[in-house]
């Protein structure tokens, strides 16, 4: 999620894909396995986001992706952070290691550029099996 973006209120489907780097299946499928991710709909149907449930969706990601939880796992860590008062400090700190890690590999594309060297595209993650 970038940082260079402005806060607004609500974000359609397709911001919230470009600010996470997911595809919108994704997120719908997520919706259905998180009851936390329930966003609003608009008047054409379509659906809004809250910029807490964006934070939600990177903290899910962070823990699906890089620490590599299951989906059940994920569930279990968000609601542990919940009952001790964590989630939101969790959610903004996933977010803050994920901008890192992008402001990483864009500082490393940009070496390889000036050294003459190929960039290689950037992979997908996946979620991992189990955890």
């Avoid at 809004?48 to 699906?64: F, G």
Wanted: aromatic content about 8%; charged content about 30%.
């Amino acid at each position: 999620m970038s940082a260079d973006r402005p806060v607004q209120e609500f974000y359609s489907i397709g911001e919230v894909c470009t600010l996470t780097d997911l595809k919108p299946h994704v997120l719908r499928y997520w919706e259905s396995q998180f009851r936390f991710l329930n966003p609003a709909k608009n008047r054409s149907g379509n659906r809004v986001y809250k910029a807490r449930e964006v934070e939600l969706i990177m903290l899910v990601k962070h823990l699906l992706y890089t620490e590599k939880f299951t989906i059940e796992g994920a569930r279990q860590r968000v609601d542990q952070y919940r009952r001790s008062g964590e989630l939101k400090t969790a959610a903004r700190q996933a977010l803050a290691f994920e901008t890192v890690q992008e402001l990483r590999v864009g500082l490393e594309e940009v070496a390889a550029v000036l050294d003459g060297r190929p960039v290689a595209p950037r992979p997908t993650p996946e979620p991992a099996e189990s955890k």
